[in-house]
Structure formats: C-alpha cells, structure tokens
C-alpha cells in the first residue's frame, strides 16, 4: 500500500482529519501520528489525511526500489519537467524493451531445465 517515510515528526497545523478526496499513486499522506506515508501502487482510492506532497511518476520505480533505511531527498519540480522526465523514462523503458531477444537462440539456456522446474515468468505451480 505504501511507504512510510522516517523523520521527524510533522505537525498539523489545522488538524489531521480532513475531509476524504482522491489519491495518486505517489502521493505523501500525514496522518495523525505525523509520520509521513508514501503510497505506492495498492493505495486506497480517497483518504482523509492532508498530502503534502506527490512523488513524479517517473521517480516511483527509484523510490519504490529503496530499502528500510535509504535515505531519500525530494525536490520540488514544475509540471514541465515533470513531464519531460517522465518522457526520458519512457524513451529509456522502451530502448530497453527493444533490446530484448529470445532465450531460444541462446546456447547456454536450458528451455526444458526452465519448463520442468516451472521457472518461466516467475510463475510457480500452486501445490510447490
């Protein structure tokens, strides 16, 4: 659902219970422990907690990369460049999706070791 963020505390200045409205992937809740919630892609559909902020779509894989105690630093961005790193991110996913071959071709693979241990696509039978 999301990531909760450590540091200092946050104060409410007009309380933390507001009235609910939509989330977005990426958005910094604060509830009322004060301690900040990034919520990552199971988030909940509304919420009553103020958001101070929104993590860029294209920093989500980054952040959600990061392990319990990585440090993390934001920066605010203009919707401009927002969408202009988004863009490179694509661009970069899409070089990456065309360099993809088939493992058929490929001498060192095993394809009947892979089926019979049911290890394609990181699916495994229910009753292993």
């Not at 963020?5 to 422990?33: N, Y």
């Not at 630093?73 to 202009?84: D, N, S, Y």
Request: glycine fraction near 10%; proline fraction near 6%; charge should be negative.
């Amino acid at each position: 659902m999301g990531m909760r963020l450590d540091g200092p505390f946050l104060q409410h200045r007009g309380g933390w219970d507001i009235v609910s409205d939509a989330i977005t992937t990426g958005a910094i809740q604060v509830p009322g422990s004060g301690q900040p919630i990034l919520l990552l892609a199971d988030h909940q559909t509304t919420g009553g907690y103020p958001k101070i902020a929104t993590v860029i779509s294209a920093d989500l894989p980054v952040v959600g990369r990061r392990r319990p105690g990585d440090r993390l630093r934001f920066a605010a961005v203009t919707v401009e460049v927002a969408e202009e790193l988004c863009r490179a991110a694509e661009c970069h996913l899409a070089e990456l999706v065309a360099k993809l071959e088939p493992i058929s071709d490929h001498p060192a693979i095993d394809l009947g070791s892979l089926y019979d241990n049911n290890l394609i696509s990181g699916v495994v039978s229910g009753v292993e």
